[in-house]
């Protein structure tokens, strides 16, 4: 049995789960039942066969809504790993840095394309971080203070999630000057990222080895799934950018988050109207059942 979740940004009704059914009918996906999650927000439509077949007959059918199929056994997870810049957080990180050197669209030029994947991803970080040597070290500190904002939805997912004894796993190719604190705000068990080069209290313009990048997300999500000691349809994967995408395949359910056209177009599932608590809608789980952090 597979489960089709209807995640509204605005509202949807009685009248939007019918056609929704419909279509699993016309589409030969053998729907059965429906159920509200939380009603008007969050629905199920549960069918028997076909699921790339209701995925394709679903998306896009009610306006603002996102659309997560997956098999109704392997819905709930057991390991959440995700990246930081876009995804858990609303900025890219080195972008804003850049910003307060004056180089903000310099960098920001190089940094979409590296995840719209159109440039290789650690030579696209070691140019970037190049154009900030010299900056202040105490500028990321500030940096962190007045740009780096949590994205809606984070903590609720993360703190659901470990409360239920889920293994979370931040894994950024950004800064552990930024992804160190921000899995502490929101809650994550550990992370994992690159570390800016200092010397005499300011950047030196490199980045220290190993690069953390698309190969690395996607060992960390297989060392969290033997950590947990569960297989990979237990573990949930997140991200926005195409150096997300080894491990957003991986994943029991990968999702593309707000993504880029490559990542979205690849991903088993995509969210772009609702918020990160959409995951947990994905899961069956309720407003009443979360948990705004820990």
Request: hydrophobic share 50%; proline share 3%.
């Amino acid at each position: 049995m597979f489960t089709a979740t209807l995640i509204a940004a605005d509202r949807i009704g009685a009248g939007d789960i019918s056609a929704a059914l419909d279509r699993l009918r016309a589409a030969g996906c053998a729907p059965a039942t429906s159920g509200w999650i939380d009603e008007g927000v969050a629905a199920d439509l549960f069918f028997g066969m076909a699921p790339d077949v209701a995925r394709g007959a679903l998306e896009g059918a009610v306006l603002r809504t996102d659309v997560i199929v997956q098999a109704v056994a392997t819905r709930m997870h057991r390991v959440l790993v995700a990246d930081m810049d876009s995804t858990m957080i609303t900025v890219e990180c080195i972008d804003e840095l850049a910003d307060y050197a004056g180089i903000k669209p310099e960098v920001a030029a190089i940094t979409e394309a590296a995840m719209r994947g159109e440039l290789d991803f650690e030579g696209a970080l070691d140019a970037r971080v190049a154009l900030l040597a010299g900056m202040d070290a105490g500028v990321v500190d500030r940096c962190l203070a007045e740009r780096v904002r949590i994205m809606p939805g984070a903590r609720a997912l993360v703190g659901t999630m470990r409360a239920r004894g889920a293994l979370c796993v931040l894994v950024s190719g950004g800064f552990t000057r930024f992804a160190e604190p921000v899995a502490a705000t929101i809650g994550f068990t550990r992370a994992v990222a690159n570390v800016l080069e200092e010397a005499d209290g300011r950047l030196t313009g490199r980045v220290l080895r190993p690069i953390v990048g698309a190969a690395t997300k996607e060992l960390e999500l297989e060392r969290a799934a033997a950590q947990a000691g569960v297989g990979m349809e237990a573990c949930l994967a997140v991200g926005d950018g195409a150096n997300d995408l080894p491990m957003i395949r991986r994943a029991g359910l990968g999702v593309a988050y707000r993504a880029k056209p490559v990542v979205a177009a690849a991903a088993g599932a995509k969210v772009e109207h609702g918020d990160l608590s959409a995951l947990l809608y994905a899961q069956g789980l309720a407003r009443a059942e979360w948990v705004d952090g820990l």
